[in-house]
């Protein structure tokens, strides 16, 4: 191989290589250093990136972070109201249905009162999305179905915190194709949920100070609590 280098200022032509365990690796000399030359394969560039493309790319990483912290909230969500839904099947008396739907609440509240109110207006947005997409009711709906009986302190929290609304439909083929993208990409096991921490010490004493009232209320002996 000729490589050129350059000598007291002037280029010149001249094979040059230095010996390497066996191999003879090509160098360049620049006036008294010597330094060894690897070709890389070449590369094709087809755009660079400006100052639009990297901010989209900022805005998507936001969002995939966003997503990943409220996306366990919305799977939560829905299996308590599979939970509710079930139990209140078999329930038909009023007052009965009226102390289910209490102690509901105050489960719904233990479970992430705290969290809610930390959550930025953007989670909050995705947030009631996701609801919609593992409820497959939007959060309308289901206020719609408990008013009266239960204070969807959740749902009416979010909308005011928030300002959104609550009729909105999640739109994995247009609006929110993005949100759905990363969904996926949870559920395929290629994303992780940032992990929820436990519910505090202070969270379950309040949750079973609730309860207590409750059951005083409509004059019910509370469960036994299980040894197991």
């Known amino acids: 191989m000729i490589l050129f280098a350059c000598v007291c200022g002037m280029a010149t032509a001249m094979p040059l290589a230095a010996q390497t365990d066996g191999d003879l690796v090509p160098v360049a000399v620049m006036g008294a250093d010597t330094m060894p030359l690897y070709i890389l394969e070449p590369v094709r560039v087809e755009a660079v990136a400006t100052g639009k493309a990297k901010r989209n790319a900022a805005k998507a990483d936001r969002l995939m972070r966003h997503v990943q912290k409220v996306y366990p909230y919305a799977r939560i969500t829905a299996q308590l109201l599979e939970e509710y839904g079930h139990d209140l099947a078999d329930i038909d008396?009023?007052?009965?249905?009226?102390?289910?739907?209490?102690?509901?609440?105050?489960?719904?509240?233990?479970?992430?009162?705290?969290?809610?109110?930390?959550?930025?207006?953007?989670?909050?947005?995705?947030?009631?999305?996701?609801?919609?997409?593992?409820?497959?009711?939007?959060?309308?709906?289901?206020?719609?179905?408990?008013?009266?009986?239960?204070?969807?302190?959740m749902w009416q929290g979010i909308a005011k915190l928030f300002g959104n609304d609550l009729k909105g439909e999640y739109d994995p083929e247009g609006d929110d194709r993005l949100v759905e993208s990363i969904v996926l990409r949870i559920e395929n096991g290629e994303l992780a949920t940032v992990p929820r921490t436990p519910r505090t010490e202070k969270a379950s004493a309040r949750l079973a100070k609730r309860k207590a009232r409750l059951y005083r209320k409509y004059g019910i002996a509370p469960p036994e609590a299980s040894t197991n």
């Open 93 to 153: 008396n009023r007052s009965d249905r009226e102390l289910y739907l209490k102690l509901a609440e105050a489960e719904l509240r233990a479970e992430f009162e705290e969290e809610i109110k930390e959550l930025t207006v953007s989670q909050g947005r995705i947030l009631v999305k996701l609801i919609d997409r593992e409820t497959g009711q939007t959060s309308y709906d289901l206020v719609r179905q408990l008013r009266g009986s239960f204070q969807a302190w």
